[in-house]
């Protein structure tokens, strides 16, 4: 039941920046962490960023290491990914996900999605 909404997807050119919003609501688990993972065609959904949920512990894929940042506002219950120097290799479909196990990049240790949003990065 917990539903997690996700905004702010976009063409964009290379170079360029988005910030994805990621909203959750429906549900009372205490702390959790949350992530961004992306899947562009043909390719396994690949992890990119999580945070916990106080916000002291980061970890980002190497690929977006230097370029995107991720946050949270727990009084919100959101989560931002800032990305920045955007290159055609991050275009993908993007999901925001929560996890009950804590800041992980594994994608089965996240047990709720969001919808998806399309990021295009070209020229």
């Known amino acids: 039941q917990v539903q997690l909404v996700e905004s702010g997807g976009a063409s964009v050119q290379p170079g360029g920046s988005l910030r994805l919003s990621c909203a959750a609501s429906?549900?009372?688990?205490?702390?959790?962490?949350m992530g961004w993972f992306r899947q562009a065609p043909g390719k396994e959904r690949e992890f990119v960023a999580t945070i916990s949920w106080s916000g002291n512990s980061t970890y980002y894929a190497k690929s977006v290491k230097g370029r995107f940042t991720i946050s949270r506002d727990n009084a919100k219950n959101t989560v931002y990914l800032q990305m920045n120097s955007l290159k055609p290799e991050d275009t993908a479909v993007y999901y925001c996900?929560?996890?009950?196990?804590?800041?992980?990049?594994?994608?089965?240790?996240?047990?709720?999605w969001g919808q998806g949003t399309q990021v295009t990065v070209s020229s």
């Open positions: 429906g549900g009372s688990f205490g702390s959790s962490a």
């Open positions: 996900a929560l996890s009950l196990y804590g800041a992980t990049r594994f994608m089965d240790e996240y047990e709720y």
